[in-house]
């Protein structure tokens, strides 16, 4: 807590066009008493302060500079959370303050727990680490109280497998992260540290093929979010740029020599920059992608293949099946898109081009 008493002794003299021997007559001190109290060398005794404050007519609080702070466990979070952003060590004292207040909240355990985690990552300071974890742990026996849809016991056991990791505990890390993988939330952390730190790379293979495939379908997926998005706020500029990455990343993943379920969604990822480039008027630009659309499509169609052989660099995807919402067929998928996206004039070229309904 910061006081500005030396200060505002200063200040409220000099608006009042007192000097320091007038101000000294006044309460009947000595002028180096009032120098020392300005000068920050001294505080005046309780019994000053309350006289000062009635002779320069404000409160106690406003001439020493106090200002109460909202000890609500949510703006304290707030407050923890922005000192943390920056680094800035205050938020270790906030956080304990906080623990003091709250001691069985589970959304103060957690957000503290996270705060020693961040600055025991970024230091690696073991007392931290450790404490990160002592409150980790606390937070899963009040785990009952969460209401915070984005952490669960998983997210909580994935935190601790870190502290672990940073503790230099790396096999318990592995052992943590592994027994709380569900649908492969962890198998790129797991991939990763076999891979990389335990010196076992061909047991992480499975781990990290099943992390591209997982990270590939949910960046697909949030690109043509995207474009719907982009699309209601008119931002043609934005969706065309995000459609033609999201087509760069499929691209980059994709062996050519090899048919498969990616030439279904290489035909969607087509046939949504089509839509864009026709949003952004590059009419030449959509027709050619809604062409090249049709070549995957028919392709994938002529003899469907939903598995994932042609995915580079993972092992054994010709035993993995993957569908998605659009539909089964490459051909209706596009179509299904093109409607989802209203784009009447694409839809007519798109049957043009091969007879779909």
Not at 263 to 279: C, N
Request: proline fraction near 3%.
């Amino acid at each position: 807590m910061k006081l500005t008493l030396a200060e505002n002794i200063r200040l409220f003299r000099k608006q009042r066009k007192l000097t320091q021997e007038k101000l000294a007559e006044a309460l009947g001190v000595t002028v180096g008493a009032v120098y020392k109290w300005e000068s920050g060398q001294s505080t005046p005794e309780l019994n000053l302060i309350v006289e000062l404050a009635d002779f320069f007519d404000v409160s106690v609080d406003a001439l020493l500079g106090y200002q109460m702070q909202d000890n609500r466990l949510e703006t304290m979070q707030d407050r923890i959370g922005q000192a943390c952003r920056r680094l800035d060590p205050a938020a270790l004292a906030e956080a304990e303050k906080a623990l003091a207040r709250y001691p069985h909240s589970f959304p103060a355990v957690y957000s503290c727990a996270m705060v020693y985690l961040v600055f025991g990552s970024a230091s690696r300071d073991k007392a931290q680490l450790r404490r990160a974890q002592e409150l980790l742990e606390q937070s899963l026996v009040l785990l009952r109280q969460n209401e915070d849809p984005r952490v669960s016991e998983t997210s909580n056991k994935g935190a601790l497998a870190t502290v672990l990791f940073l503790l230099g505990e790396r096999e318990e890390s592995l052992e943590l992260l592994k027994k709380n993988n569900v649908s492969g939330v962890f198998s790129d952390e797991i991939g990763l540290l076999l891979a990389g730190y335990l010196g076992r790379p061909e047991e992480a293979s499975p781990f990290l093929a099943e992390a591209l495939l997982e990270g590939l379908s949910t960046l697909q997926t949030a690109v043509v979010g995207y474009v719907f998005l982009f699309r209601s706020r008119g931002d043609w500029a934005s969706a065309l740029a995000v459609s033609s990455w999201g087509l760069e990343l499929l691209n980059g993943v994709k062996a050519e020599t090899q048919t498969d379920s990616l030439d279904k969604v290489q035909a969607e990822m087509l046939a949504v920059l089509a839509y864009t480039q026709a949003q952004a008027g590059q009419r030449e630009a959509a027709l050619a992608s809604l062409r090249k659309a049709a070549v995957f499509a028919q392709r994938f169609d002529s003899k469907p293949d939903y598995s994932l052989k042609s995915l580079r660099f993972a092992d054994h995807m010709d035993q993995i099946t993957v569908f998605d919402i659009f539909g089964a067929s490459a051909a209706g998928s596009v179509t299904e898109l093109l409607r989802r996206l209203d784009a009447p004039a694409l839809c007519e070229q798109w049957k043009e081009l091969g007879g779909y309904e």
